[in-house]
T-cell receptor
């Protein structure tokens, strides 16, 4: 299995630009999670989907952030406009339905907003 | 809300020795899951070990084992015969049943001294 795939792995952009992060979950997994890791706040949930439906987006910082999951094999996290405080590592994770199933993480996208 | 606390920001251990990383959590639920994830410098999140709360037996995976004390809400990780490759950040995480998000502690940075 290819594992969770994220792209790009690194992104450097200037403040005000639009940033799109992409995630392909493991085939057969029906839940997808976006987490953000920063030094100050650690690992925190942004949003998660079950069967392509957003369940909880309370962790999305503000309206500049949006996420979609148009099908079972693809999700995007968009930041528009980006700000320096958005600099972080963004992880996508997926899991399948079942008791106590493990979440598998992608390699992360390291975002730097100048 | 569920919280996870790792009280040791940094730990060190001599190669081949044993080290224990601490984790406590707070929840009102009785059915949940606990995890230890390892994050090496590559930033990949790697599952080390997991524990189902309904199981009294402590989980073990080769050199890694846990001490799960449900009443005390404690979930420590023991690494035996420490190796240089064990050096990493270690995150304790909690998850309620179902396809729900992980709640992470702040992490413990483990150094292994040759």
């Amino acid at each position: 299995d290819a594992g969770v795939i994220q792209s790009p792995r690194h992104e450097v952009t200037e403040m005000g630009q639009e940033v799109t992060l992409r995630c392909k979950p493991i085939s057969g997994h029906n839940s997808l999670f976006w987490y953000r890791q920063t030094m100050m706040r650690g690992l925190e949930l942004l949003i998660y989907f079950n069967n392509n439906v957003p369940i909880d987006d309370s962790g999305m910082p503000e309206d500049r952030f949006s996420a979609k999951m148009p099908n079972a094999s693809f999700s995007t996290l968009k930041i528009q406009p980006s700000e320096p405080r958005d600099s972080a590592v963004y992880f996508c994770a997926s899991t399948r339905t079942g008791r106590g199933e493990t979440q598998y993480f992608g390699p992360g996208t390291r975002l730097l907003v100048l | 809300a569920q919280t996870v606390t790792q009280s040791q920001p940094e730990m060190s251990v001599q190669e081949a020795e044993t080290v224990t990383l601490s984790c406590t959590y707070d929840t009102s639920e009785s059915d949940y899951y606990l995890f230890w994830y390892k994050q090496p410098p590559s930033r990949q999140m790697i599952l080390v070990i997991r524990q189902e709360a309904y199981k009294q037996q402590n989980a073990t995976e080769n050199r890694f084992s846990v001490n799960f004390q449900k009443a005390a809400k404690s979930f420590s990780l023991k690494i035996s015969d420490s190796q240089l490759g064990d050096a990493a950040m270690y995150f304790c995480a909690y998850r309620y049943q179902g396809n729900t998000p992980l709640v992470f502690g702040k992490g413990t940075r483990l150094s292994v001294i040759a």
